[in-house]
Nanobody, 123 residues
Framework: QVQLVESGGGLVQAGGSLRLSCVAS????????MGWFRQAPGKKREFVSA???????GYADSVKGRFTISRDIAKNTVYLEMNSLKPEDTAVYYC?????????????????RGQGTQVTVSS
C-alpha cells in the first residue's frame, strides 16, 4: 500500500506563487508515474499535470507556462510549482500515483490518491 501526503497549499494573492509537495511512502517511487489533479467547489476534478516514470511531463492547457511539475526520487516526492496564480486556480489539489510508465488524464486510472491540499487565490 502506498500513501500520498500533499502539503504546501494556502492562501495567496493573484499573481503569487506556491509550491505543492506530495510525499509517497514505499520503496518503489521510481516505478510510478505521478499526477496532480484539482477540484474547485461545484466542479469536477480535473487533470492539472503529470510526470511519467521516465521523466517527461504534461500539463493542462489552463496551467501550461505557469505550473511546473518535478520530482525528487531520493525524497519520494513530487512537486508542483505554481506561478502567476489566478483566482480560478482556487481548488483542492490532489496528487496520485500510477504504477505505470505513462500517466493518465483520468483520476480513476490512478492506483493511489492523496487527500488533497487547499489552494486559495484571492483577487
Amino acid at each position: 500500500q502506498v500513501q500520498l501526503v500533499e502539503s504546501g497549499g494556502g492562501l495567496v494573492q493573484a499573481g503569487g506563487s506556491l509550491r505543492l509537495s506530495c510525499v509517497a511512502s514505499g520503496r518503489t517511487f521510481s516505478s510510478y508515474s505521478m499526477g496532480w489533479f484539482r477540484q474547485a467547489p461545484g466542479k469536477k476534478r480535473e487533470f492539472v499535470s503529470a510526470i511519467r516514470r521516465g521523466g517527461s511531463t504534461g500539463y493542462a492547457d489552463s496551467v501550461k507556462g505557469r505550473f511546473t511539475i518535478s520530482r525528487d526520487i531520493a525524497k519520494n516526492t513530487v512537486y508542483l510549482e505554481m506561478n502567476s496564480l489566478k483566482p480560478e486556480d482556487t481548488a483542492v489539489y490532489y496528487c496520485a500515483a500510477k504504477i505505470s510508465a505513462t500517466y493518465y488524464y483520468s483520476w480513476a486510472e490512478y492506483d493511489y490518491r492523496g487527500q488533497g491540499t487547499q489552494v486559495t487565490v484571492s483577487s
